[in-house]
């Protein structure tokens, strides 16, 4: 089945610095990816959807300047946060869809990001 | 306003009956729906899903029912193990929200032994 990979899947971070994650298609090509943000118990919340070739297109909310994603090639997106404070501490997860019409989005294994 | 709902926060049940997830939305453009299961620290797994044009699918011990005109569809995980206990979200698609889906808060399943 499609496969989606993320990493790094735990990352430290201190404040004011920046992270990346990576979000890969390993067996199928994503023009269109999204990355999820996760709150202790609570649903995912869709931060963004990352575009092949394009800008990405933000949900109402989530700052661009500070989430930055880059959709280069139509295997990899990456979402980097930008000048991190303990707030931005989560779950972040990517997906992508391996076809059109009806096919299920496929979920990377996620990413726990802890700001100190 | 939350389109895809999901009114049990939690659910227990014992190992070797049936669970039963429920699932509700309000959108009526919503033409394919999908389970998925998700453990802690993990990325959430595809379980099954369904399109609006059948109203029963079934995969293993995994069956999903839609009721169209109730707005309204249900997980059937029979035999419950151990294993499935787990979060359980349900996405919903709309064709004119892209590829994306709308996602349930979520239910807690925990099957005791």
């Known amino acids: 089945g499609a496969v989606v990979s993320q990493h790094p899947s735990r990352v430290i971070c201190k404040s004011g610095t920046s992270v990346k994650i990576e979000c890969r298609s390993l067996?199928?090509?994503?023009?269109?990816m999204f990355w999820y943000r996760q709150f202790p118990k609570q649903s995912l919340m869709l931060m963004a959807t990352s575009n092949e070739g394009s800008k990405a297109t933000y949900e109402q909310g989530v700052e661009k300047d500070k989430f930055l994603i880059n959709h280069a090639s139509l295997t990899l997106s990456t979402l980097t946060v930008t000048s991190a404070h303990p707030e931005d501490s989560s779950f972040y997860i990517c997906s992508a869809r391996s076809g059109t019409g009806v096919s299920p989005l496929h979920f990377g294994n996620g990413t726990r990001l802890t700001v100190t | 306003d939350q389109q895809v709902k999901q009114n049990s926060p939690s659910l227990s049940v014992q190992e070797g009956r049936i669970s039963i997830l429920n699932c509700d939305y309000t959108?009526?453009?919503?033409?394919?729906f999908l389970w998925y299961k998700k453990y802690p620290a993990e990325g959430p797994t595809f379980l099954i899903s369904i399109s609006s044009i059948k109203d029963k699918n079934e995969d293993g011990r995994f069956t999903v029912f839609l009721n169209k005109s109730a707005k309204h569809l249900s997980l059937h995980i029979v035999p419950s193990q151990p294993g499935d206990s787990a979060v359980y979200f349900c996405?919903?698609?709309?064709?004119?929200?892209?590829?994306?889906?709308?996602f349930g808060p979520g239910t807690r399943l925990s099957v005791l032994p």
């Open positions: 959108n009526s453009m919503f033409d394919y």
């Open positions: 996405a919903a698609s709309d064709p004119d929200y892209g590829q994306n889906f709308v």
């Open positions: 067996d199928f090509q994503a023009t269109t």
